[in-house]
């Protein structure tokens, strides 16, 4: 049997591993790759903007703590499929409908973990700041978020590798990225399909936290010379 007869033959056998599948599809799993990462992308991006003005506010006035964390908790508990279904008469069958249901997702994530690390800063960091004559402003751009970075940036990777896995369920619309495909392959028992997208989806998961973690050392150079101070 010749290598493309082999080929053609590990599709018709439907088999899990067949790499004409992959040659003859690559567009398509092209297509479904970036969708799937812009939408990741930008859900986590707006859930950043929302997530961070909500945890100064609760931690500015204590008094919306609990609404705000029990709000977000809420958010995170609704099943993906009554999500969608809540927000389908506003935004309709788009993009716009699984992006909101993700940064909704993610807000949980992201709420506690920036006001996790704004909690742990040192409060003689901040005197520190004050005695200098620093403002609130001043204070919390130059000297609170820096020291927060850590615990932001964990709760970040955290966002990020849930919303990856979370955008799969926007098959639901037809907006799922490689969702879609997996969704296909299982509807249609396509094997090669469904474990292609399945590996490309948790690929992408991965190399996305190690950017992540590759992007906070960047960012906290002082935590590895703390770390390397306390090994040697």
Not at 180 to 198: E, H, P, R, W, Y
Request: net charge neutral; proline share 4%; glycine share 10%.
């Amino acid at each position: 049997m010749s290598t493309e007869q082999a080929a053609q033959s590990c599709l018709a056998a439907n088999d899990w591993i067949c790499g004409e599948y992959l040659r003859t599809r690559s567009q398509e799993l092209t297509d479904a790759t970036v969708q799937h990462i812009w939408i990741t992308v930008v859900s986590v991006l707006i859930g950043l903007a929302v997530a961070f003005p909500l945890a100064l506010l609760a931690r500015a006035k204590p008094k919306f703590a609990g609404p705000v964390l029990g709000l977000t908790t809420l958010l995170y508990t609704i099943p993906s499929l009554a999500m969608f279904s809540l927000l389908l008469p506003v935004f309709g069958l788009s993009a716009a409908l699984v992006v909101t249901g993700l940064v909704l997702y993610s807000l949980t994530i992201l709420v506690r973990n920036i006001m996790a690390g704004l909690d742990a800063v040192p409060e003689e960091a901040r005197e520190a700041a004050r005695g200098m004559g620093y403002g609130s402003g001043r204070l919390l751009w130059e000297v609170e978020l820096p020291l927060a970075l850590p615990t932001l940036m964990a709760g970040l990777r955290i966002a990020t590798v849930s919303t990856i896995a979370l955008t799969t369920v926007g098959a639901l619309v037809g907006k799922g990225g490689l969702g879609n495909l997996i969704d296909d392959g299982v509807q249609t028992t396509f094997k090669a399909q469904v474990l292609a997208a399945s590996v490309l989806c948790v690929l992408l998961a991965a190399v996305a936290d190690l950017l992540l973690l590759g992007a906070q050392r960047l960012l906290t150079p002082w935590t590895r010379i703390r770390t390397a101070k306390g090994t040697g």
